[in-house]
């Protein structure tokens, strides 16, 4: 799916089993975060963890949805040669990991979450959790722009009659440098555009808080 190989055929089947394992992975990770209301209350409530089971996939889908337009401008304003089904390939992908490192973080997250009763520091470990899941995530996704655009020095062709002389190092070195600076803009960008995805994350968790059964 990021290299844009598969039929069309395939790539439906392959995204709707990574947005599947996503829905379920972030589910669970919901539950287990949804434990603290049922040690934390005076009354235990377990539809705190019904509603983080269901806010948690939303919030990841929802903020996929409102950031995916922009990395994809962003992308083609900077030559990255990727068509929309292989930036939206990266971030089912960086999203599925995501996931799966907060599910294999839940069991971690319940147990704190049933013998603790601090709010802190449950918000505080949730917070960790999730930032830890974000940047494997991301780093998936660093990896495919930095295969399909390496950022590293690319030697221009020597015309057959040129030859190399002490004189011209200082000529030499120009080309490459004009030829690799192409290939390094996206970095920034992608910066950029994960603050942005982070600010969304954030506000549209707000929106949907909230996650944690606190009294």
């Keep these: 799916l990021l290299r844009g190989t598969l039929t069309n055929a395939e790539s439906p089947r392959l995204v709707r089993s990574l947005l599947c394992w996503q829905v379920v992975l972030a589910a669970f990770y919901g539950l287990c975060l949804g434990l603290f209301a049922l040690s934390a209350r005076e009354s235990p409530d377990a539809r705190f963890m019904l509603g983080a089971a269901l806010k948690l996939p939303i919030l990841i889908l929802g903020t996929t ?5 922009s990395l994809y401008v962003f992308l083609a304003l900077f030559d990255v040669q990727l068509g929309f089904k292989q930036v939206l390939g990266g971030m089912l ?9 907060i599910a294999s973080m839940g069991p971690i997250l319940g147990f704190f979450s049933l013998s603790s009763q601090s709010y802190p520091f449950i918000l505080l470990l949730n917070v960790a959790i999730c930032g830890l899941g974000g940047l494997l995530g991301m780093r998936l996704v660093i990896k495919t722009l930095a295969a399909a655009n390496p950022a590293t020095l690319v ?3 020597k015309e057959p009659d040129e030859e190399v002389t002490p004189g011209n190092d200082d000529h030499e070195s120009e080309k490459m440098s ?3 600076q192409p290939t390094v803009g996206w970095r920034g960008i992608i910066g950029v555009w994960m603050v942005l995805y982070v600010f969304v ?3 549209l968790a707000w929106i949907l808080r909230p ?3 606190h009294l």
Excluded: K
């Excluded at 992908?93 to 490192?101: E, H, R, S």
């Design 178 to 180: 004009v030829i690799s």
């Design 201 to 203: 994350g954030t506000q």
């Design 211 to 213: 996650f944690i059964g």
């Design 93 to 101: 992908a960086a999203n599925t990991v995501f996931a799966t490192v």
């Design 155 to 157: 030697e221009a062709p």
């Design 65 to 69: 949805a409102v950031t995916l337009p």
